[in-house]
C-alpha cells in the first residue's frame, strides 16, 4: 500500500485537489488498496457537517447537509453511476443495448427514480440517529462500501473494453483488493464492535448483489456499475446500522 497510491484513490473517488499522481493503468488498480480509507475520509468529512448541522437545525436538514456534503465531496460520481446503471439494467432488452443506454448522457425514468429514492432513504436513515452515532454511521459506511466493493470486483470482467471500468477490472490484483476489505472490517470492528458482523455482510450482499445481477444483464461490470455497487453498499450499510441502534432502544 504506497502512499502515493492513496492520492491516485483520491483523485478517482473525490474531487479533493491532490494534484496529478496518477502514472499509468497499474496506478488504477493498485489504489484500491486505499479504497476503504478514502470512504472513511470522505464519511468522516460528511460526518462532521452532520453532527455541526444537527447541533443547530432539524434532524432531516442536518441530514440533507451531510448527503450533500458527500455529493459535493464526490462530485456526485456515485449518484451518476447509479442511475446509468438503472437505465441501462432496466431499460435495454440485449446487452448492447444495455450498455449503449448506459453510455448516453441523458437520463432516463429508472435512473431519475433510482437517484431519488436512494437519497431519500439516506437522508431518512441518517435523521433517525443522533449526531453522534450518525457521524460514525457514515465514517462506516464510507469505508465498508469501498472496500465491500473492491473484494466484489475481483475476478470480474469488464462489460466493454473501452473506459476506466475496463482499466481497473484489466489490472486488479488480489492484494490490492483484500487491503481494502480488511481495511474496511478493521473500522467496522473499531466503531461497531461484534454488531460489526451483520454490517460487513449487508455491505457484501448489496455489492455482490449488483455485481451479479450486472454479470447476467451485461455480461460483466463497467465503472458506472461499480459506482452503483458503492452507493448501494453504503445505503445497506446505513439501513442496518439504523436496524441495530432501533432495534438496541427497544
Not at 13 to 25: A, F, H, M, S, Y
Request: overall charge negative; glycine content about 10%; hydrophobic content about 60%.
Amino acid at each position: 500500500m504506497h502512499p502515493r497510491l492513496f492520492l491516485v484513490a483520491l483523485q478517482l473517488l473525490t474531487r479533493l485537489p491532490v494534484g496529478d499522481p496518477l502514472e499509468d493503468d497499474r496506478d488504477v488498480a493498485d489504489s484500491v488498496a486505499w479504497y476503504a480509507v478514502v470512504g472513511a475520509l470522505v464519511g468522516g468529512l460528511s460526518g462532521f457537517v452532520w453532527w455541526m448541522a444537527a447541533l443547530a437545525l432539524p434532524t432531516r436538514a442536518a441530514a440533507v447537509l451531510a448527503v450533500v456534503a458527500t455529493v459535493m465531496l464526490t462530485g456526485a460520481l456515485h449518484e451518476d453511476g447509479l442511475a446509468d446503471t438503472a437505465d441501462g439494467l432496466f431499460g435495454g432488452r440485449t446487452p448492447a443495448d444495455r450498455l449503449r443506454i448506459m453510455k448516453d448522457s441523458a437520463t432516463g425514468a429508472y435512473g431519475v427514480l433510482a437517484l431519488v429514492l436512494v437519497v431519500l432513504l439516506r437522508v431518512n436513515l441518517l435523521a433517525a440517529l443522533s449526531p453522534v452515532a450518525g457521524a460514525a454511521a457514515l465514517v462506516v459506511a464510507g469505508s465498508l462500501s469501498r472496500g465491500a466493493t473492491a473484494v466484489a470486483m475481483l475476478n470480474a470482467v469488464p462489460a466493454r473494453g473501452e473506459g476506466s471500468g475496463a482499466v481497473l477490472l484489466d489490472h486488479l490484483r488480489v492484494a490490492p483488493a483484500l487491503a481494502a476489505g480488511v481495511t474496511a472490517v478493521a473500522a467496522t470492528t473499531a466503531f461497531a464492535g461484534l454488531e460489526a458482523i451483520p454490517v460487513v455482510l449487508a455491505a457484501g450482499a448489496a455489492a455482490f448483489a449488483v455485481r451479479v445481477s450486472a454479470v447476467r444483464r451485461l455480461g460483466g461490470l463497467t465503472g458506472d456499475i461499480i459506482g452503483a455497487m458503492i452507493l448501494l453498499a453504503d445505503a445497506a450499510v446505513l439501513a442496518l446500522l439504523v436496524a441495530l441502534e432501533v432495534g438496541a432502544g427497544l
